[in-house]
């Protein structure tokens, strides 16, 4: 048997881990065989405890790992890892599909179990009554929410037209106290056969002053069509998101040791 010389060619079986008998004393050769199998062990994930959670940057399972995406996994197969899965309780199917995916469940009841569904979600420390994330139990669900908060509202301006179709007012003279007439006599002549006079010749103008008499003036009320148009600000609040609330962020799969 060659000697061992590679991480990978450790075996967990001490027997499987040269060298040969013959090439060291029986002591050595065990205690060499023993000591890579304790390597082997370590290299396999044998130092991490059955059901803690890492993220690999791998679509593949690493050894003594699997995938939590929610599988129906062997009792027997399985059996350190359904061992944890019970001491920390098993959902029925049901239970386990109504948002409490990162639980185990009983499966079939007899020969599986169910694992966690991690796909897709962001894990969260549990609050322990520390106040930020109140009223939270082990592996419960958690929908995606915004903190309560307030939008500013931009109004660019607008304006208000007048329309005016234009108007006009009427106007009356009533002049009061002593003002000048102007007149021109005419000067008669003799008398026809008919007993009509004659108008021999127009006299000169004469300006006669004459008081205790006016003129009313007023001007007439008409109305202005003044109107005023109405305009619309064309402000509104849109809505703005997707689907799903997250930060930036890169995506690993989840996985367990077994």
Known sequence: ?????????????????????????????DAVRYALSFIAQLRDGAGVQTGAVF?????????????????????????????????????????????????????????????????????????EARGLDSGRAIGSFQDHANVSHTHGISDPGHAHTVSDPGHIHSASADVQGVHAHTYQAAIMGPFT?????????????????????????SIGINGTSIAIVGAFTGISAAAQGGVDGHPRNYAYPFFMKF
């Open 1 to 29: 048997m060659p000697v061992i010389t590679t991480l990978a060619a450790c075996n967990t079986n001490p027997a499987l881990n040269g060298p040969l008998g013959t090439d060291l004393p029986s002591t050595l050769d």
């Open 55 to 127: 993220m690999f940057p791998t679509a593949t399972a690493p050894l003594g790992y699997v995938k939590l995406n929610g599988a129906l996994l062997s009792r027997t197969t399985y059996a350190t890892l359904f061992a944890f899965a019970s001491s920390t309780g098993l959902l029925s199917e049901a239970d386990w599909g109504n948002n409490q995916q990162a639980r185990f469940s009983v499966g079939d009841g007899a020969t599986t179990f169910r694992i966690p569904d991690l796909r897709g979600v962001f894990m969260r420390g549990l609050d």
């Open 193 to 217: 056969a008919g007993g009509a006079a004659q108008v021999a010749q127009a006299g000169a103008a004469a300006t006669s002053l004459d008081g205790g008499h006016g003129h009313n003036i």
